[in-house]
């Protein structure tokens, strides 16, 4: 089964559960205006699938995932895109919300071309550059790898470095660093420059805690009671961003119209985002990824504690929405 033809049948498993036709209903998503988001719902609008699912979609711009995540709570948003880590401790803590996937790509360790670095045992008393701060997730589940395959922690046999995409980019690029740990699309923009990719943090999560299971990292998500109330809505937007991400996986044509959205600055970046996304479309979401990523919970609250899962000593039970799931692909 292709990757087209895997998303096309998680289509059909929502419109399936959809109720008879009746007035449009409006959903509030919020998205970053130049977010990799962004291309999936503009693809989805120019196609008109919101139209066709019955759908009225209000796009309010935000201007960084944490005012993504306040809207959402406080109620001037339906759906944002976050990970599943975060809907989990909200959702311990008194927030029910609920995640389904969007996407697996969330961030790569990169060397340059002619680095000696091959696997993460090189990666000992070497300068690495980490987007985020020490709770970073990404970069918990690097250390926690090395840590279990390797047997050191680069934490404190390394020299990180924490600062913010751009600029770990930049002094990657003039070698101030001898790797980096970086979201996924700065991560495919070096990519397009020659940096080689030594791991991808699914991959890590995978093999650390997931039994070698891949999880999505990133979802739409959205509040239970919300969700509740409005079954079709929700229903008819996933099945429509399905749709989208089946033609975007297949079609080189779709891309062409978001250009502008990618701020590519050439043609080998454009082509390494284009692929970057496409290597995230999840192909599979069902009780194995499920258990996978409780297994992941469990490492991530061992290496994080309380600051990183706060009140949550597992996967809290409706952390994934019940009513998705996407077929592997065979």
Do not use: C
């Not at 993504?68 to 895109?81: C, E, H, N, Q, R």
Request: hydrophobic share 50%; net charge neutral; aromatic share 8%.
């Amino acid at each position: 089964m292709s990757v087209r033809a895997a998303l096309l049948s998680f289509v059909v498993v929502f419109m399936l559960s959809l109720q008879p036709a009746r007035a449009a209903e409006t959903l509030r998503l919020g998205v970053l205006k130049f977010g990799t988001v962004s291309w999936e719902i503009e693809t989805l609008r120019r196609l008109g699938l919101d139209a066709k699912a019955g759908l009225t979609l209000e796009v309010v711009d935000l201007a960084n995932p944490e005012a993504g995540k306040i809207a959402l709570l406080g109620g001037s948003v339906d759906v944002i895109v976050s990970d599943w880590l975060w809907t989990a401790r909200q959702r311990a803590e008194g927030d029910a919300l609920s995640f389904v996937p969007y996407s697996g790509a969330v961030g790569a360790v990169m060397v340059p071309p002619e680095s000696p670095i091959r696997s993460l045992a090189d990666l000992k008393g070497k300068r690495i550059g980490v987007a985020g701060g020490p709770l970073d997730k990404s970069w918990l589940l690097v250390r926690g790898l090395t840590r279990q395959e390797h047997g050191f922690d680069p934490a404190s046999d390394s020299q990180p470095v924490f600062a913010a995409p751009p600029l770990l980019s930049q002094q990657a690029e003039t070698r101030q660093l001898d790797a980096v740990l970086i979201y996924w699309n700065f991560a495919a923009r070096l990519e397009a420059k020659g940096f080689r990719r030594l791991l991808d943090v699914e991959e890590a999560g995978a093999r650390l805690g997931g039994g070698g299971v891949r999880v999505p990292s990133l979802g739409y998500v959205f509040r239970e009671d919300w969700a509740r109330n409005h079954p079709q809505a929700v229903a008819a937007f996933f099945a429509a961003t399905l749709e989208a991400k089946a033609v975007l996986a297949s079609t080189d044509a779709a891309w062409e119209p978001l250009r502008p959205l990618m701020r590519a600055e050439d043609e080998a970046t454009f082509l390494a985002l284009r692929d970057g996304y496409r290597a995230g479309i999840p192909t599979r979401w069902g009780p194995a990824e499920h258990q996978a990523a409780e297994g992941i919970f469990a490492v991530l609250a061992r290496l994080g504690g309380a600051p990183l899962v706060g009140k949550a000593e597992r996967l809290p039970p409706g952390t994934f929405w019940p009513d998705a799931a996407i077929p592997p692909v065979r």
